[in-house]
């Protein structure tokens, strides 16, 4: 029963909040002096309401109750109603905003005001009736749960008081402004008296600290989380949110506003907050999911749940669409799944991700300390908390958990476990990076042994908006020891910049790559009992970034070249600025030493010197060359540059007085271009010439390969042979056994190309782009093929990374938090499933992850060997007959065999010239064995011996052999283009004709896939010069 004194408090205190609440003002515009904020005389009033106790139930109870009260309590109440507007229309004069009321009352129990200061601050009360008061809101706050699962009977919902304390923060306001305000202008009576807050039980009091404690804990974790200091885990990374982030609805249109604005590094974290504090701390977790999902299933949660994640990102589902999904599966699977993103992130143990900060004055980098700080460089005051906002910072991603990833899985592993070091050294063609220059250097120099491992690494820069300047940059890596096709699909992302434009300071934005790099170079790590090391052998990267990461000038500066001293010569043009050209000069090279006294000499005066600024950070790899381990990149020196820069100069209309011009003949181009049908290795097929300004950097690589035959004819005889001397030069770098005679003529050809270049298109067309022509050899023999050191791995990384966010809140968080998730996925797979017990499990998991190549009807026929599609039954023919007895030299019993027109050998597709499904590409002509040239009939799979019927032929146990049938293309010519002063010749591009024999060959016997170019009633083959793993 409810003490008459507490009843006459309520009444009061009803009576006294309505005659507030009639002075309110608008929200936004109140008054810091105002004495309670608005949000509480509505809850309060709800409160009482809520009991479903009316004033003359009160007053009776009191046993004091009469009409005049009455009235006076309604004619109290009835001005409050009238005067109240909608939400956002109310009386700009009223002075209390609505809000708070709940908030104050509760920030006074959080501050753990004393009764005796209450009582202070009230002027008058007596203890007992501070402890009934007390007792009685404590009460109400201690009985609610968390916030989705709170009895609907109860006051008021958990998750205000977070808020409330964070408007306060944000606010400004101390709880001793706001208590002293909200007491000295309260009217005397019993309600200010003391009488609101009686002293609890122990119990009570327990769990009233303890609800304390949650509340504090919430707000301190308002911009991140502080259970591991120095480490920013996966989806726990959180930021403050901006004055007006409580507010309702706000944060959540604030989305889709204006890309420029600073919500770039803020979120709405308030969900996640609150979930943090639900009942199950740990959250479900992947490792507690081998029960089965539901009674009687085979399918555990683990593995379930494991789908989900695949699903989600192979269809990049946004949070909402994932909240939804959950929704969706609590109400058809109840508790198999988390219940909220939170719980569902939470589930997995995903990796480390630091925050690094650098001085927004001077962009010295200051560490991963958020705490306040002086700059050491400029003296400028630092608080992490504002950097944060400012978005001056960047991510990092340890490399040696990344590494530990790699060779966790057995399929990795055993490629970078006792490597055969002393067969590598003894190669003298050049096939992969592990055979250059610098690796065999290594091996000597510093005792590389074979679990030690080494990175390419790259960085640059990639925008994300169309709408604004906002770019990330990324600093990825892969390990050379990794055979080249699983290189593309393990690629290690470490730093991570994101901002308006490209980072201000390289030396701060590598600060962290570079002092764990040394720490595994001079430190070994430990795997399995293996010691290993790790050092960053190559960077790739195009020549803008090149130019920061060594901390010298442009190509556009003097003395802008990376690999030699040539200082350039500028001409003005008179449309802007002088240009600056490289015309073909002997000139002195750079080496690692010298550019070391350039950069200590460029200190000292404060000006470039040879180009030089000054020290860079990669000065400091004990075993990182600065020169030659900055290769050249042909993707955007030869694809972008020199190709474009040629057809530009062929076809552009300002030029048409040029003898090379021959923009006239664009549409027998055209015709040429459309007709080519490239193999699948080539994935863009070819478009029209005059969409190049469209073009990808893949497009200009393929037009280097059938070039030579599109512009044949078209273009004049002396400008065709000066573009076969860059065809030449770059096909051979290309191979994929590159011999010192090889590098050696194409070093000739291109320093010939370049030579030419002034001669035949004047000083302009000597820019940086054709100068880096004459390094291309160089770096080849330093550093590897062109094709394992281009960017065209990194570029198709780029691609992907664009996929891993949503929106444009806290991008850089997204793109960790996301690649993090993909990166454990493969181990939490193998932890899960099995391939024996959940073959479907794990064929649904590698398909929707991209793990291997969904191929429903796929039969594997040999080792390295698999037919696609459904074998069609037929008889043979008399020249295949006799084409497959000569290669197995024997009699036939079985005149039939079954024919596949798709297959697979050492996962190279091939289809014959029977398959007509696919029409933008044709993977049927290829070179074999012998130097010979054939287009594929089909995969025959015959049984020599066998004397079934022919309805029987696949079902028996009869002995197979497949044999792939070709029909033979005769080689015409192989000298079409040649350079007799260099002895280039076209070799890799032969004029055929087609014949009418079949030959039978092993599926084995297959070298390389060939482009097929026809050009009137000729027809000619270019064998592709390497595979490509970008793709």
């Not at 609440?21 to 105002?34: L, V």
């Not at 003894?426 to 074979?450: E, F, P, V």
């Not at 398959?915 to 049927?924: E, G, I, L, P, W």
Request: some cysteine; glycine content about 6%; proline content about 5%.
């Amino acid at each position: 029963m409810i003490s008459q004194r507490n009843i006459l408090s309520k009444v009061k205190k009803r009576k006294w909040l309505n005659r507030i609440m009639s002075k309110r003002g608008p929200y936004k515009r109140y008054i810091s002096e105002t004495d309670i904020p608005r949000r509480t005389a509505y809850r309060w009033k709800k409160e009482l309401r809520s009991d479903w106790t009316s004033d003359e139930v009160l007053e009776n109870e009191a046993g004091i109750g009469n009409k005049q009260d009455e009235n006076d309590g309604s004619q109290c109440l009835s001005p409050s109603r009238s005067k109240r507007g909608p939400y956002k229309r109310y009386n700009s004069e009223m002075d209390i905003p609505r809000r708070t009321a709940y908030r104050e009352k509760k920030q006074l129990c959080l501050d753990g005001t004393s009764d005796e200061i209450l009582a202070q601050k009230s002027g008058n009360g007596t203890r007992q009736d501070e402890k009934e008061d007390d007792q009685y809101y404590c009460q109400s706050m201690k009985k609610r749960g968390p916030y989705k699962r709170y009895n609907s009977e109860m006051d008021i919902p958990r998750r205000t008081a977070y808020r409330e304390k964070k408007q306060l923060c944000l606010d400004g306001t101390s709880d001793e402004v706001l208590s002293a305000d909200l007491y000295l202008d309260a009217p005397d009576g019993p309600l200010f008296s003391g009488e609101i807050i009686p002293e609890t039980s122990a119990d009570q009091q327990e769990k009233f600290e303890d609800l304390t404690e949650t509340s504090m804990h919430m707000s301190n974790e308002e911009s991140c989380h502080d259970e591991v200091a120095d480490q920013v885990l996966v989806h726990e990374v959180y930021y403050s949110e901006g004055p007006d982030a409580s507010l309702s609805g706000e944060n959540e249109t604030r989305q889709d506003e204006n890309e420029d604005g600073q919500d770039y590094f803020t979120r709405d974290c308030d969900n996640i907050q609150q979930e943090e504090h639900d009942d199950d701390p740990r959250g479900w977790n992947i490792r507690d999911g081998n029960d089965p999902l539901y009674t009687g299933a085979t399918l555990s949660k683990a593995q379930g749940l494991l789908l989900i994640v695949a699903f989600i990102l192979r269809h990049n589902l946004t949070d909402a669409a994932l909240n939804d999904m959950l929704s969706i599966l609590g109400v058809l699977l109840p508790n198999a799944f988390p219940a909220t993103k939170y719980k569902f992130y939470k589930a997995f143990c995903n990796g480390e991700t630091q925050v690094h900060f650098y001085c927004p004055s001077c962009t010295s980098y200051l560490g991963r300390e958020k705490a306040r700080q002086i700059c050491g460089s400029c003296g400028e005051a630092f608080d992490g908390e504002q950097a944060i906002k400012d978005g001056t910072f960047f991510l990092y991603i340890p490399i040696k958990e990344q590494l530990l990833d790699i060779l966790r899985n057995d399929k990795l592993s055993r490629h970078l476990t006792n490597r055969n070091i002393e067969k590598l050294s003894a190669a003298s063609a050049i096939t992969d990076i592990t055979n250059s220059h610098l690796y065999k250097s290594l091996i000597q120099k510093h005792k590389l042994t074979g679990n030690d491992l080494t990175l390419t690494w790259n960085s640059d820069g990639i925008p994300i908006f169309k709408s604004s300047g906002y770019q990330i940059w990324p600093v990825q890596c892969f390990v050379n020891e990794l055979p080249p096709h699983l290189r593309s699909e393990n690629i290690l992302l470490t730093g991570l910049w994101f901002g308006h434009s490209k980072p201000s300071n390289m030396n701060t934005f590598l600060r962290p790559f570079i002092d764990e790099c040394i720490h595994l170079e001079e430190n070994t790590f430990s795997f399995q009992g293996v010691q290993r090391r790790v050092f960053p052998l190559i960077c790739c990267a195009d020549s803008p970034a090149r130019a920061l990461i060594r901390n010298c000038k442009q190509y556009n500066g003097q003395f802008g070249c990376d690999w030699c001293e040539h200082q350039g010569e500028t001409v003005v043009t008179g449309r802007g600025p002088p240009t600056r050209y490289y015309p073909y000069r002997e000139v002195p090279m750079r080496t690692d030493s010298k550019q070391g006294e350039y950069a200590l000499l460029a200190e000292e005066a404060n000006e470039a010197v040879k180009g030089v600024k000054g020290l860079s950070v990669i000065q400091q790899l004990p075993t990182f060359d600065v020169v030659n381990g900055m290769t050249p990149e042909y993707m955007h020196g030869v694809c972008q540059g020199v190709m474009r820069q040629l057809t530009s100069l062929w076809l552009d209309p300002p030029n048409h007085e040029e003898p090379y011009y021959v923009g006239r003949s664009s549409a027998a181009i055209d015709n040429r271009l459309l007709s080519i049908s490239p193999p699948s290795e080539i994935s863009r097929s070819p478009r029209s010439i005059k969409e190049r300004k469209f073009w990808k950097s893949s497009e200009w690589r393929s037009l280097l390969m059938y070039g030579l035959v599109v512009f044949y004819g078209i273009l004049p005889t002396v400008y065709h042979q000066h573009f076969f001397l860059l065809i030449y030069g770059v096909y051979c770098l290309l191979g994929e056994s590159i011999t010192p005679t090889t590098i050696a003529v194409a070093d000739a050809c291109l320093a010939k190309f370049v030579l030419q270049m002034e001669e035949l298109y004047k000083l302009s067309a000597c820019t940086f782009n054709v100068h880096q022509l004459t390094h291309l050899a160089h770096g080849v023999k330093m550093c590897g093929p062109l094709w394992a050191t281009s960017a065209f791995t990194f570029e198709s990384k780029n691609h992907d990374l664009l996929k891993l966010f949503a929106g444009t809140q806290c991008v850089p968080q997204q793109i960790c938090s996301t690649f993090n998730l993909i990166r454990i996925l493969p181990a939490l797979a193998r932890n899960c499933v099995t391939e024996d017990h959940d073959s479907d499990v794990m064929s649904l998991f590698n398909e929707l992850t991209g793990s291997s190549p969904s191929m429903k009807s796929k039969k594997i026929l040999d080792e390295g060997l698999f037919s696609i599609g459904k074998g069609k039954k037929t008889a043979l023919t008399i020249a295949e007959t006799i084409s497959i007895m000569e290669f197995l030299n024997c009699d036939l019993n079985n005149l039939s065999a079954i024919v596949y027109h798709k297959f697979c050998m050492n996962n190279i597709l091939f289809s014959s010239s029977q398959y007509t499904r696919a029409v933008r590409h044709n993977n049927s002509y290829v070179k074999f064995m012998g130097g010979k040239y054939g287009r594929v009939v089909g995969l025959y799979v015959v049984k020599p011996h066998c004397s079934c019927e022919t309805d029987e032929l696949q079902y028996c146990q009869c002995a197979v052999h497949n044999v792939v049938l070709l029909k033979e293309l005769e080689c015409v010519k192989r000298d079409l283009f040649r350079d007799v002063e260099l002895g280039a010749v076209s070799e890799f591009l032969p004029e055929v004709s087609e014949s009418n024999r079949i030959l039978a060959i092993s599926p084995v016997n297959i070298i390389k896939k060939c482009i097929c170019l026809k050009l009137r009633h000729r027809l000619f083959l270019c064998e592709l010069p390497c595979r490509f793993y970008d793709n």
